[in-house]
Each structure stands twice: as C-alpha cells, then as structure tokens.
C-alpha cells in the first residue's frame, strides 16, 4: 500500500504565504501524477494543481500566477507554494497521488488525510 502524509498548512492572514509538503511511502513501483485538491466548507473537493511525474503542470484558474507545485521524484515527494493567499483559498488541502505497485499493475489513486488551510481576511 501507499501512505500519502501531508505536512504544511494552518492559519494565514490573507496575501500570506504557506508551503505544502506530502511524502508518499510504501511498496512503490512508481507514481505518476501527484497533485493537490482542495474542499471548503460545503463545496466539493476540487483540483488545485497537478504535476506529471515528467514535471508538466496543470492549475485551477484560480490559483494560476498565486501557487507552484513541484516535486522531487527522488524523494516521491510534492510541494505546493501558495503566494498571495485569499479567504476563498480555506479548505482542507487534501494530497494525491497515482502510483503504481509494480510494474505490472495499473496505477491507483491514493489520498493524504488532508491539511487545513485558513486564510483570514
């Protein structure tokens, strides 16, 4: 199995800055996507940003130009930058990946326990 363990997040006034961290672990062949989603109170969880395990990224418009996510393959780790932070930015940030067991298994979804973002205004 794989262990997806967010670290990151807590409370930020708005235009702040915080920093996400998530460290997958376990019998990893390989992972693919990594990436970020995100929940607010009565809303679904949605995609924040995406990165390929090739370093081709994908954001939300609405946190284009304001967060970067990142990886270090090496460490099966994923970061998300989030600058210029906004009220509607609070949520639970919640990690996922899309790893793979062996080589001859398809990838499967896996998800962090998710971390709490609160920006206030």
């Known amino acids: 199995q794989v262990q997806l363990v967010e670290s990151g997040g807590g409370l930020v006034q708005a235009g702040g800055s915080v920093r996400l961290s998530c460290a997958a672990s376990?019998?990893?062949?390989?992972?693919?996507?990594m990436g970020w989603y995100r929940q607010a109170p009565g809303k679904q969880r949605e995609l924040v940003a995406a990165i390929t395990s090739g370093g081709i990224t994908n954001y939300a418009d609405s946190v284009k130009g304001r967060f970067t996510i990142s990886r270090d393959n090496a460490k099966n780790t994923v970061y998300l930058q989030m600058n210029s932070l906004k009220p509607e930015d609070t949520g639970v940030y919640y990690c996922?990946?899309?790893?793979?067991?062996?080589?001859?298994?398809?990838?499967?979804?896996?998800w962090g326990r998710g971390t709490q973002v609160t920006v206030s205004s």
């Open positions: 996922h990946a899309a790893a793979a067991l062996s080589r001859y298994r398809l990838a499967s979804d896996y």
């Open positions: 376990g019998s990893i062949f390989s992972i693919n996507d």
